[in-house]
């Protein structure tokens, strides 16, 4: 039975009535219905089952170097370095909780999704009309539905009365869609242009109607939306994907070096369990502990970071994901527009043009004359006056404050009217005084406009609004100077030349009219009628928006507008970001083109108008599949699939649905495009800075490496214990490394281009660069090591020799790492007051180490002399100095690769 409703829209009334066995007058009976509900389930969402602690706990251990970091904690268990053992895996359990705790986004999404659902319908059981629980409507039931509800399931509409429903959270449209019972829709039609059939999940706000349920659960749009979220392959981000292909790079590295060690030991003659020891030391050396938390923490902090400036993070490795993002999409409505309707011109009769100032619903704003620039007095002006009657006499909205924040209650267009009419001063409790409305007649489609009858003063007025092209053909005279005057053809081209002129720029456009009754007339309200001026009407840009595209396109990201809207609408308002392209594509030119031709598309216009939820989909899709990084902004149920598709999505705070925001990475705290441009800089600066760290830390490690290489080439005993490599790895690399990822920006960040998102954490320059600077700090420890070892025979003493000049070295080196194109004397000194605090707490915690009996017995150091510091202290310098030098003779100027 459901199964034979495909494109239930093409159907008409009786067909659809026979298909679903029903009675349009009684309705299904109770029984009847039961047996449906058996048949086809409840009218609700289905939840995917979420995933438990425990496995999203252990899905955090899939990470490569989290796997190598669990294998060398299993070689110092071996080694019976219990004390490594432990603190190796704490630091892998705290990144597993950590990564937990950002799980779970899809799930809560599909549970907004079943929030939407309305608890109660009315409808027809037995010929009575009853309340029933929205779940428990089945196909074939009839709906009644009244302005203020939200439809239940997926309708074909069989009696409309004025009816419109709200349905920008679906398809993005800003303006009520009218609804007609009688007229047919071609199978094609896009979501916003079936007015014969209603939504679940969209309201009512005008009108009633009747409807018979075609489509319930799943099989509704606003369930197909639910499965396309649940279906959605999320992707890793570009940081995500590029540390784990570091990660297998960096263990498979360790692995081979560990191998090589231990196969040359071998054939020096060393003991098999001495050289099984010495590289199970190797590495732990090898492998940088702290990275993995590291990143984490860092990435944290980013998060707290953007949340001063409203930007939420729902997903830590998401943060940085901007910072190489080339494409943003956009939806139009209340995104990049306020989503309040706004009159903004008025054309009077006459032929006088009058700007009106304010946004929003805010009853504030003047009225200038276009042609002398010059404030006017709108109740002064007796043609303004009469015209701004009409647009508030002639209307059923209402303006109303809460909280201080002005609302429309009804049509949005009618309240734009009643926001127009408030900046004049008007208000419809004194107008009901001195214009009591006596008669209407309502606005239909086939009239096209709505006219009411008011007495003043004991004669009758009635006001007419609607589309000006067929009011003019009703208009006899036109207003001027307070008189009525014929109107001729000269003017009626005129009129319509400004039709077309407004609505060139994308406005929607209104007339209004007028006609003296004498009292009792009973027809004719809206012939022979004296036309009083045109109304243009826009859903503005908000004010931040044009200068966040601004910006993006300056850093060489493109906005891409993705909208429910008519194509003319999006055009205008494109021009006026400054995105425009002379092409507009539609959902049904998208419907035609072939994967291959939608990304050719995409590289000719940013401005896409009509479009379905699968079309936005496929959009994301098609320029993923270019190799670009897509951000995906978005407030409404239509947005959700592509929100969870793109690299990263991105919801509005206030105006978003539950929906968006459940499926979205990033959350705009206060609705603002602008807010983007900021989370853009701040994933620009964090990757910077987490490469930073991967740099300091890693250039640490290859030090460790060669010490114990060219110790054990040379028939040395390993230049340092397992602790104290991983004191050096975790205290005096790991605390300055996370203070590293707080560095403030690099300035003209945004001037740069987006970082390619194949390029990883380590190019060529920067790999060259580590490697030396590394090889330094391997050959500033080994020298110590030796000359001690050789001259006093004391290996401890060596030991802590080497562990002294690695830690110290490390320390020192770290102020140069702060930037890559200034030397470290250039760059304010406590600029960073984190990394300061991290050399101080370091270095307190090495001379803790050296100087305190019990704590050196832990680390097996001993108490330096004089002697000691006189060979350690000059090599102390000898990575910085070398890090400067490469600094300075290895970078390539105004890349962005190179800001770190």
Not at 492 to 519: C, D, M, N, Q, T
Not at 603 to 612: D, I, Q
Not at 790 to 804: K, N, Q, S
């Amino acid at each position: 039975m459901v199964d034979e409703l495909e494109n239930y829209g093409s159907k008409n009334i009786e067909e659809v009535v026979n298909l679903l066995d029903t009675n349009l007058s009684s309705g299904l009976s109770r029984e009847e219905a039961e047996r449906r509900l058996a048949i086809y389930g409840r009218n609700q969402l289905i939840e995917e089952k979420p995933r438990g602690f425990l496995a999203m706990f252990f899905d955090q251990f899939k990470d490569f170097l989290v796997l190598i970091l669990i294998a060398s904690t299993v070689i110092a268990a071996l080694m019976g370095e219990l004390l490594d053992a432990a603190v190796i895996m704490s630091i892998v359990i705290l990144n597993a909780v950590l990564g937990v705790i950002q799980e779970g986004r899809a799930e809560r999404a599909l549970a907004a999704l079943r929030r939407m659902a309305v608890p109660e319908a009315t409808v027809l059981r037995d010929g009575r009309q009853i309340r029933v629980p929205s779940s428990a409507l089945v196909p074939g039931d009839v709906v009644l539905l009244q302005a203020g509800d939200v439809v239940p399931a997926d309708l074909r509409l069989v009696e409309t009365v004025n009816l419109k429903t709200d349905e920008s959270p679906l398809t993005g449209e800003s303006v009520p869609v009218e609804k007609h019972a009688d007229v047919l829709v071609p199978p094609e039609a896009a979501l916003g242009d079936r007015p014969n059939q209603a939504f679940l999940g969209t309201t009512v706000v005008y009108g009633r109607g009747r409807g018979v349920v075609a489509r319930t659960g799943m099989k509704t749009e606003l369930g197909k939306i639910a499965a396309l979220v649940a279906s959605v392959e999320e992707v890793g981000t570009p940081l995500q994907r590029k540390l784990e292909e570091f990660g297998r790079w960096l263990g498979l590295a360790c692995l081979g070096i560990c191998l090589i060690v231990f196969i040359l030991g071998i054939l020096r003659g060393g003991e098999l369990l001495e050289m099984f020891m010495t590289a199970g030391s190797l590495a732990v050396a090898a492998i940088p502990e702290g990275l993995p938390a590291m990143v984490t923490i860092v990435l944290a902090l980013g998060v707290q970071r953007m949340i001063a400036r409203n930007a939420i993070i729902r997903r830590l490795p998401a943060v940085e994901t901007l910072g190489c993002a080339t494409y943003v999409c956009s939806d139009k409505t209340g995104t990049l527009t306020e989503n309040k309707m706004t009159v903004t011109e008025l054309f009077l009769a006459r032929g006088e043009q009058i700007a009106v100032s304010g946004r929003g619903y805010e009853p504030r704003g003047e009225f200038i004359a276009t042609t002398t620039a010059t404030p006017i007095d709108p109740l002064a002006d007796p043609d303004l006056r009469v015209l701004l009657e009409a647009a508030l006499a002639c209307n059923d909205a209402e303006l109303v404050e809460e909280e201080g924040r002005f609302e429309i209650l009804g049509d949005p267009t009618e309240g734009a009217l009643v926001v127009l009419a408030a900046k004049a001063g008007m208000s419809r409790e004194r107008l009901a005084e001195t214009l009591p409305r006596l008669d209407e007649i309502p606005f239909d489609s086939t009239r096209k406009r709505m006219t009411t009858v008011h007495r003043r003063d004991g004669q009758w007025v009635a006001f007419t609004k609607g589309a000006p092209d067929i009011l003019l053909e009703l208009c006899h005279h036109y207003r001027e100077k307070g008189e009525e005057r014929p109107l001729s053809p000269e003017k009626r081209r005129e009129y319509h030349e400004e039709i077309g002129r407004f609505a060139g720029r994308g406005l929607r456009v209104l007339g209004l009219a007028y006609k003296s009754l004498p009292p009792g007339t009973k027809e004719g309200w809206d012939e022979h009628l004296t036309f009083l001026g045109l109304v243009a009407m826009q859903d503005p840009v908000r004010a931040e928006a044009k200068a966040a595209v601004a910006t993006c396109l300056r850093a060489g990201i493109k906005p891409v507008m993705i909208t429910g809207d008519y194509a003319q609408t999006a055009r205008a308002i494109a021009a006026e970001l400054g995105m425009a392209e002379p092409e507009v594509f539609t959902g049904a030119q998208i419907e035609a083109m072939s994967d291959r031709e939608l990304e050719e598309a995409l590289g000719r216009s940013p401005v896409f108008a009509r479009v379905s939820p699968e079309h936005k989909l496929r959009i994301v899709e098609a320029l993923r599949r270019r190799g670009e990084v897509v951000a995906m902004t978005g407030d409404g149920v239509n947005d959700a699939p592509a929100l969870r598709s793109a690299d990263i999505g991105v919801a509005m705070g206030i105006a978003g649905t539950e929906v968006a925001k459940g499926a979205s990475d990033m959350v705009l705290a206060d609705d603002n495009f602008a807010t983007i441009v900021a989370a853009i800089e701040e994933g620009r600066v964090i990757f910077e800075n987490i490469r930073k760290a991967v740099i300091y830390l890693l250039s640490c490690n290859i030090g460790e490496l060669l010490l114990f290489f060219l110790a054990i080439l040379g028939g040395l005993p390993g230049p340092m214990v397992p602790v104290q490599i991983l004191l050096i790895n975790l205290v005096t690399d790991g605390l300055p490394a996370l203070a590293l990822g707080v560095e403030p920006k690099e300035e003209n960040i945004m001037d740069l281009p987006p970082r390619d998102p194949k390029e990883g954490i380590l190019n060529r320059t920067i790999v060259f660069r580590m490697f030396f600077v590394g090889s330094l700090m391997g050959i500033a420890a080994l020298v110590p090591f030796v000359f001690i070892y050789r001259r006093d025979g004391d290996l401890a003493l060596a030991r802590t020799a080497a562990f002294t000049t690695l830690a110290f070295a490390e320390l020192w080196r770290v102020l140069a790492s702060r930037s890559e194109r200034r030397p470290w004397w250039r760059m304010p000194f406590f600029g960073n007051p984190q990394l300061i605090l991290a050399i101080l707490s370091s270095a307190l915690i090495i001379l803790a180490v050296l100087y305190l009996p019990p704590v050196a017995g832990i680390f097996q150091t001993v108490v330096p002399k004089a002697r000691f510091w006189e060979v350690v202290l000059p090599m102390i310098f000898v990575p910085m100095l070398g890090a400067e030098v490469a600094k300075r003779f290895g970078r390539r100027k105004n890349h962005p690769s190179h800001l770190t």
